[in-house]
């Protein structure tokens, strides 16, 4: 700005300039023209009067230099009586002018001169003899005229550039400070060049249109925020260059990525999985794809596709944490290959011993044997069945059991007193102590838990051994223990006891009987009344089981 200023000052200067001098020509031109004209006047009609007073005598007394002009006598009938030039031709000017004297008794003519840069003025007087008296002064041209003025007006020329220079680079300071003391975010608030109102007025303008639009923009991007942020589902923008527009907290956490500011950088820096590379890399040919991927134990499904905007691409990435669906179907493919295995078993004994009979490959006095052995297998079949369904009722929010007030103490010992002949046959003592502790729960999934507790204990116990059941009442909390001193449970296997099915010793498992669900429903009745479950056991020592209520209910 400040150089177009500046040469729009000079140029109008130099414009001043040239038309001041163009102007000051002229009129000096003009008037050297007419000053000319009356000269050349005055000397004819001088000349005619000298001629007229000493005769043709007078005309060999004429000189002129012919830089200057020249003087010509012509006759009446034509041809020469003097010629100042020395003979030459009369100009076409010259012949104009004595024409006009030879009909009207004088003439004048101006024209250019075949000299270079100069014009000619004829006077002619048509004398009493008849002949007429030409006379013709030469004078600069108006380019001479021009030229013959730069001396006086190069200086004046000069001296207005300097001025202008001085003026135009003051000004242009004036203007360039004022224009950097405006205040943009308020434009109309200036006290400026009255010039600079339009813009101002456009700016201010602009200001608005452009506040308008960062505020839309900055309630869309924290409505993004807010709800990206929240997600349970991680998601990924990418640009066309497989770099970072955007990536909420869930994202970070299921690629396994630190956290912080990956805005603008390369997906490369938040997961180098090649099996995500290859999606973003599909993703990139316009395809939609997904994959699930697997990290740390946790499955992820991520699902790729291209984004398009006009003339922008991307790539959105959307991943599902998907460990609790996918262990889920885990479980249920290994309870469907257990409940399978674990039903065949006795159906397969039952069928066999059946077959047997009605075979008559069974003598009449071993039939009781083979009829106990059904017998003994189909209890265990109808246990296993109701294990499972108390499994499902679990499971099922709809088919739950009522809760109510419920006295653990007490229930400890119904189920001891139970349990107390298979506690005498193992050689085992049972014993139940501590006070009464009430928790609101339903009382026959209790009774379940604490009899299949109490049951483990004495089954993997040895001879001489003990269990102890306590209640502890607490003003917060009630606790309900089962001890005992038995086998005891390796520490890599402890993480899986209370799966369904899962057995330690598979093979003295058999032997105790049992369905392998036992710990499975304390695990699922724990979570359906929202206890804690805590497990330690020592090999060769015993195993203690601990839950703890909240009391009358409350959450713990």
């Known amino acids: 700005m400040k150089r177009t200023l500046f040469s729009g000052i000079w140029a109008f200067t130099l414009l001043t300039v040239f038309a001041t001098s163009a102007a000051l020509s002229l009129a000096v031109y003009g008037r050297a023209s007419g000053a000319l004209r009356e000269a050349t006047r005055r000397e004819a009609e001088s000349i005619s009067g000298a001629l007229r007073l000493a005769g043709s005598a007078y005309a060999a007394q004429l000189e002129k230099d012919p830089q200057e002009g020249s003087v010509c006598i012509l006759k009446a009938g034509g041809g020469v009586l003097y010629d100042s030039g020395g003979g030459e031709t009369v100009s076409s000017g010259g012949e104009a002018a004595v024409a006009d004297a030879w009909k009207n008794g004088s003439g004048e003519a101006a024209f250019a ?12 007087r048509r004398l009493s003899d008849g002949a007429v008296l030409l006379v013709t002064n030469h004078g600069n041209g108006l380019l001479l005229t021009m030229v013959s003025l730069l001396p006086a007006t190069l200086p004046a020329a000069a001296l207005f550039l300097l001025l202008a220079a001085v003026f135009a680079r003051r000004k242009r300071k004036t203007a360039a400070a004022a224009i950097s003391a405006l205040d943009l975010e308020n434009p109309l608030a200036n006290d400026t060049y009255e010039e600079l109102s339009p813009l101002l007025i456009r700016i201010q303008k602009q200001n608005r249109e452009l506040w308008e639009k960062t505020e839309r923009n900055n309630k869309r991007r924290a409505e993004f925020s807010a709800v990206t942020q929240h997600m349970r589902e991680g998601m990924v923008l990418l640009d066309g260059k497989a770099c970072v527009l955007s990536m909420n907290p869930s994202a970070m956490e299921l ?3 630190p956290e912080g500011d990956y805005q603008g950088k390369h997906i490369l820096t938040v997961n180098r999985d090649l099996a995500l ?44 944490d998907v460990t609790d669906k996918q262990n889920a179907e885990q479980m249920r493919r290994e309870f469907s290959a257990n409940v399978s295995h674990e039903l065949k078993t006795p159906l397969t004994s039952i069928s066999g011993y059946a077959e047997m009979i009605k075979e008559g490959l069974v003598q009449p006095r071993d039939v009781p044997e083979f009829a106990g052995r059904i017998h003994e297998e189909a209890g265990r079949l109808i246990l296993l069945i109701e294990d499972i369904m108390k499994l499902s009722r679990l499971d099922e929010e709809t088919a739950r059991p009522p809760k109510e007030q419920v006295e653990l103490l007490s229930l400890s010992r119904s189920v001891s007193e139970r349990l107390a002949a298979q506690a005498k046959d193992a ?42 059941v306590t209640v502890i009442p607490g003003e917060d909390a009630v606790s309900l223990s089962v001890k005992d001193t038995g086998i005891g449970i390796p520490q890599e296997e402890r993480e899986r006891v209370f799966e369904r099915f899962y057995r330690v010793d598979k093979s003295r498992s058999k032997q105790r009987g049992g369905t392998g669900l036992g710990l499975s429903i304390v695990k699922h009745g724990a979570a359906f009344h929202g206890a804690k479950l805590e497990m330690s056991s020592k090999e060769g020592v015993g195993t203690a089981v601990r839950l703890r209520f909240a009391a009358g209910g409350r959450k713990i």
């Open 427 to 468: 050689a085992v003592s049972l014993s139940v102590s501590g006070g009464e502790g009430t928790v609101w729960g339903a009382r026959r999934v209790l009774e379940e838990m604490i009899y299949n507790l109490v049951d483990n204990a004495i089954k993997y116990n040895r001879p001489g051994g003990s269990v102890q």
């Open 255 to 257: 690629l396994g990525a």
């Open 277 to 320: 590379q290859g999606l973003i890399r599909k993703a990139e040919k316009g395809e939609s794809c997904q994959r699930l991927l697997t990290r740390d134990g946790r499955h992820c499904l991520v699902m790729a596709g291209p984004v398009l905007r006009k003339e922008e691409a991307g790539i959105l990435l959307l991943l599902l």
């Open 113 to 124: 001169s075949s000299l270079p840069g100069k014009r000619e003025v004829s006077c002619a």
